[in-house]
């Protein structure tokens, strides 16, 4: 009889990475915040039980200020965030990596709020293969009809 196991997420979680961009950073008088594309539709684990992702600037800016940010979706939910209270030097137009994304994000993501799923890219050393792509909003309505009037 074969024994089949499950590489699991201690493999599988480590080896992938979300990555986001920053649309805008916003700051109110006790918190700042900074606001990505990637929402809790894409990685669901912080909002719905407080996991720890660690958060890390795929390109670091020495010149600009390192503050303390809740890393925040654009869904407009209290629960919409990737991660609290992160040391960062960001702006718009930068990219985050979300860390241990691997086992989670895509296994577990939705259309939540209608939106579309990203992409999902395999690297290979320097070479990069999309395995799924990026939906489309055509593609997330399609078989839906509207009533007769």
Do not use: W
């Not at 395995?131 to 839906?144: P, S």
């Amino acid at each position: 009889m074969p024994i089949t196991i499950e590489p699991g997420r201690a493999i599988v979680g480590n080896a992938g990475v979300l990555l986001t961009e920053v649309n805008f950073l916003k700051s109110t008088e006790s918190t700042h915040f900074c606001i990505v594309d990637a929402g809790m539709n894409d990685l669901i684990r912080p909002a719905l039980y407080g996991a720890y992702q660690e958060i890390v600037q795929v390109k670091q800016i020495s010149e600009l200020p390192s503050k303390s940010y809740n890393v925040v979706g654009p869904i407009c939910e209290s629960g919409d965030f990737l991660g609290k209270s992160r040391t960062l030097s960001v702006q718009s137009g930068d990219l985050l990596a979300v860390r241990s994304a691997g086992a989670y994000s895509a296994v577990m993501s939705s259309n939540y709020n209608a939106r579309p799923r990203p992409a999902e890219v395999m690297v290979d050393g320097e070479e990069f293969y999309i395995v799924k792509e990026r939906e489309t909003l055509e593609k997330l309505y399609e078989g839906e009809k509207v009533l007769p009037s």
